[in-house]
Nanobody, 115 residues
């Protein structure tokens, strides 16, 4: 089973930046699709961004132009650079791993943006 560990969350003022990391175990990281999702209190988990094994990316409309997802296969790590943060970006951010029908989630990291 692939283990995913998120880090980099914290408290930041509106307009600030954070960089989240998702470190994965296993030998097949480079061919997996990795996504970021978030969940605000009382709301459903929602898609934020993903990056494919080939480096293709997709973003939710709400974060386009502010967030950038990238990967370093040599470190089995995906990053989410978050700029121009807004209070609406507050939530628990989860890393998602998908490969050939297998899926797993990390434990999440809290991001809080104060106004």
């Amino acid at each position: 089973q692939v283990q995913l560990v998120e880090s980099g969350g914290g408290l930041v003022q509106a307009g600030g930046s954070l960089r989240l990391s998702c470190a994965a175990s296993g030998n097949f990281f480079s061919i997996a699709t990795i996504g970021w999702y978030r969940q605000a209190p009382g709301e459903q988990r929602e898609f934020v961004a993903y990056i494919s094994s080939g480096g293709a990316t997709e973003y939710a409309d709400s974060v386009k132009g502010r967030f950038t997802i990238s990967r370093d296969n040599s470190k089995n790590t995906v990053y989410l650079q978050m700029n121009s943060l807004k209070p609406g970006d507050t939530g628990v951010y989860y890393c998602n791993y998908r490969l050939a029908g297998y899926e797993n989630w990390g434990q999440g990291t809290q991001v809080t943006v104060s106004s």
